[in-house]
């Protein structure tokens, strides 16, 4: 379909209708033609003109009556219609009005108002239509449930959704906030480095477990707009929450039934007495668990360093997953990134604050790339065509550093300048405040826990 705009000419005289196309011919519209009322709002349904010129007197169904059956047609009640008159009289231009007419021409036309007048209700015509279309794509935008934000060339919010708004607890829809620095206020912002080195890697927005509800994960997708705009890009926050919840179900039943790590009948019941009593890890049982298991199944030569006292204060992760994190490092440590590992290095410490437990793994490791080591947190996604998310297999520490994530850790990995090892070191907050048990046992709901089932 043509990109001009349509002039649907309707005059049962030919050479009024020849009279019109050559006033009008050149003028950057497409025309139409129709020789009776039935034809013209049977071509004007089908191709939706932009403005009609109408004669008043034509036999059988005169203008008058076109006119008002389309403006009772649904789809074209909002074109202009002008009527083309030799009636110059009040009486002809009211009953012209009372049926929808938007103006009058009258007979001879003078080419310049004819044109003129043409000119000026298609533009009218072209910014109503945009209005409309505008109010409609606000209406979608601002009830989408996910979260769209335009920001300035500064990185400035210039407007959110609701949904946005919510999540960022923005009080209104243009805020003129630093958008990465309001993120980063309640939220943990992932993968936002590894993007500057690697323009395919996805970011993500983490707002961490709290007590009154469970940690909520987003893919942030940010798409440049090209020219000169009020708009330098536009955000997207999309809900992933069920998706990882779903990946991290079937992670956790792959991992307890790969059996890497055989613990005795003894540890296995304090772990499933820890984990009936609903509380989180305490450090003086993740500290002997942690060293058999090192033990058991790391490289040879393997140890396990405490240093400092650790606080009697339970972990806010539940031993469960504090075990399944225990055992993704210590499978990295047996190959880290597809290569045979020596002998490890696990370190527990409180942190400068004491509000938190760091566990901290050296392998010697030669020849690693810091950007190499960074994916391996990467969550186990990728983008299909239709940019949804899709499940896939990574490395599994990746699951580990989720858990992390998700009750408002830290992940860092760190690489020997000179090559001779890599670092992973992980900071898990203790519980500030004593959490509520709740039926079916953890700390939050338990069929919102992490590994909950």
């Not at 003086?284 to 009697?312: C, K, M, N, R, Y």
């Not at 490092?329 to 597809?338: T, Y």
Request: proline share 6%; aromatic share 6%; with cysteine.
């Amino acid at each position: 379909m043509s990109a001009l705009p349509i002039v649907l000419i309707v005059d049962d005289e030919q050479p009024c209708r020849d009279t019109l196309e050559a006033l009008l011919t050149n003028q950057d519209v497409r025309l139409l033609f129709a020789a009776n009322g039935q034809d013209a709002l049977a071509l004007a349904r089908a191709e939706l003109p932009d403005l009609v010129l109408l004669d008043i007197m034509m036999p059988g169904m005169d203008g008058f009556t076109v006119c008002s059956k389309l403006r009772e047609d649904p789809v074209l009640a909002e074109v202009p219609i002008i009527l083309v008159t030799a009636l110059d009289d009040r009486a002809s231009r009211l009953r012209g009005i009372e049926n929808g007419a938007d103006d009058f021409i009258v007979k001879p036309y003078d080419r310049i108002e004819l044109r003129t007048r043409i000119r000026a209700l298609l533009r009218l015509n072209r910014y109503r239509r945009l209005h409309q279309e505008r109010v409609k794509f606000d209406w979608v935008v601002e009830h989408a449930d996910d979260g769209y934000l335009t920001l300035d060339r500064h990185g400035k919010m210039t407007y959110a959704n609701a949904a946005a708004r919510r999540e960022l607890h923005l009080p209104t829809a243009a805020t003129r906030r630093d958008f990465w620095i309001t993120a980063s206020s309640d939220h943990t912002v992932v993968g936002r480095q590894l993007k500057a080195a690697d323009p395919s890697a996805p970011i993500y927005l983490v707002r961490p477990e709290s007590p009154n509800g469970t940690g909520v994960w987003f893919y942030l997708d940010q798409f440049t707009v090209p020219g000169d705009t009020a708009a330098d890009s536009v955000i997207r926050l999309r809900d992933i929450t069920e998706e990882r919840r779903m990946r991290q179900s079937l992670w956790t039943f792959r991992t307890t039934q790969k059996h890497k790590i055989r613990v005795s009948a003894s540890k296995a019941q304090q772990r499933n007495q820890t984990a009936e009593a609903g509380r989180g890890a305490k450090p003086d049982e993740t500290v002997p668990v942690l060293q058999t298991w090192v033990e058991q199944a790391a490289p040879a030569g393997s140890t396990v360093a405490i240093h400092g006292p650790l606080p009697e204060r339970g972990l806010v992760v539940p031993f469960e997953c504090f075990a399944l994190v225990a055992v993704e490092l210590i499978a990295f440590a047996r190959k880290p990134m597809g290569r045979e590992g020596g002998p490890a290095r696990f370190a527990l410490r409180p942190d400068e604050t004491h509000e938190n437990m760091t566990l901290t793994l050296r392998i010697p490791l030669r020849g690693a790339d810091a950007t190499e080591l960074a994916k391996i947190w990467s969550p186990s996604y990728r983008i299909r065509k239709d940019n949804s998310l899709e499940a896939e297999e990574t490395h599994p520490a990746g699951e580990a550093a989720s858990l992390i994530w998700n009750i408002g850790g830290r992940v860092q990995t760190r690489v020997d300048p000179n090559g001779a090892w890599v670092e992973i070191e992980l900071t898990i907050p203790y519980q500030l405040t004593e959490l509520p048990v709740l039926a079916g046992g953890g700390y939050y709901r338990d069929d919102d826990s992490l590994f909950g089932g």
